[in-house]
């Protein structure tokens, strides 16, 4: 489930926080990094018992129109299109989701005024309009209308965000990632199946848990070290005036360079580039070539840079 770019976000924040309140515990501020990451699974079950929800906000809305003292004939022979979409209908059936769930402690319970504000403005948009109105069917339709649905509509929903942000400040950076998740894994649901495949946090076979593990101990332990080399290299900057996420990308770069000897330098090099564009100022990311690209230079002709493989040293 996870990507490198993100631990590598997840470490960023962990380090600021840590360099924030003075250089604190290093243990509590490890314990916090694991905590966010822990989190963002959270937020995968989440997002797809808020789809669910959506079905039983339907459902709910269907028997409030019968229940009518005078029910129209809209209400008496409603459309159930939505709530027997067929991929929507294995999420809802779901055993794996209702367990990991269950394992969380996530639910909707507390939040079904929010729920249903959502559901009301959702069923508002052109995209589940045109699917109601539509005499098409089959599961491929169903399937390719509830990715729509939850990729233009359900996510971009300002008051799931507001929630969002009550519920952990770790799910700032993390709303983008975890619904590329979701929406590979309603991707995975094929007709005739009655389960859903949910994707672990982390892979058996991975060793992202090692790389998260070891690029933010050994960028705390080399610390003090690759803070000479930032100052030597950037001369004519005073420390103080450089940003702090500038200097805790560089250390995070320059322990990364050092550490995994099958990341070649040129990915890097471009990740921390990268990073610096959303995460520091407009001239952060060419200070950071610039600086980065010097002491690479540096610490490759000292032996201090090793790598296994061809073309991993450019």
Known sequence: MLNRRHLRIKIMQA??????????????????????????????????????????????????????KLP????????????????????????ALRSAAEATGVTWT???????????????????????????????HDREFLLRFFKRH???????????EEKSIFWNDDLDLVSSMVIKTIKTIEEGE??????????????EREFTEQ????????????EELIKEAAKNWELERIALMDTIMMKMALAESQTFESIPLKVTLNEY???????STPKSNGFINGVLDQLFAKLKEDGKIKKIGRGLMQ
Do not use: C
């Not at 067929?86 to 059936?93: D, G, I, K, T, W």
């Not at 960028?219 to 690759?226: I, V």
């Open 15 to 68: 380090l600021f926080a840590h360099y924030t309140v003075g250089e604190g515990d290093a243990k509590r501020s490890e314990d916090a990094l694991w905590y966010s990451v822990d989190k963002m699974y959270e937020m995968y079950i989440y997002l797809f018992l808020l789809i669910v929800e959506m079905q039983e906000a339907a459902i709910e809305r269907i028997e409030a129109g019968r229940n009518k």
């Open 72 to 95: 129209s004939e809209e209400d008496l022979h409603p459309n159930t299109k939505f709530v027997t979409n067929r991929p929507l209908r294995v999420l809802a059936n779901s055993k």
């Open 110 to 140: 507390e939040n079904k005024d929010v729920v249903k504000k959502i559901f009301k403005e959702l069923i508002e948009t052109e995209d589940y309009k045109e699917y109601m109105s539509s005499e098409e069917r089959g599961f491929a």
């Open 154 to 164: 359900m996510i971009n929903v300002e008051l799931l965000h507001d929630t969002f």
């Open 194 to 207: 009655d389960e859903v495949d949910l994707l672990p946090l982390w892979k058996e076979t991975d060793d």
């Open 215 to 226: 690029l933010f101990r050994k960028t705390l332990a080399n610390g003090e070290e690759s």
């Open 273 to 279: 580039i990268e990073l610096s564009k959303y995460y």
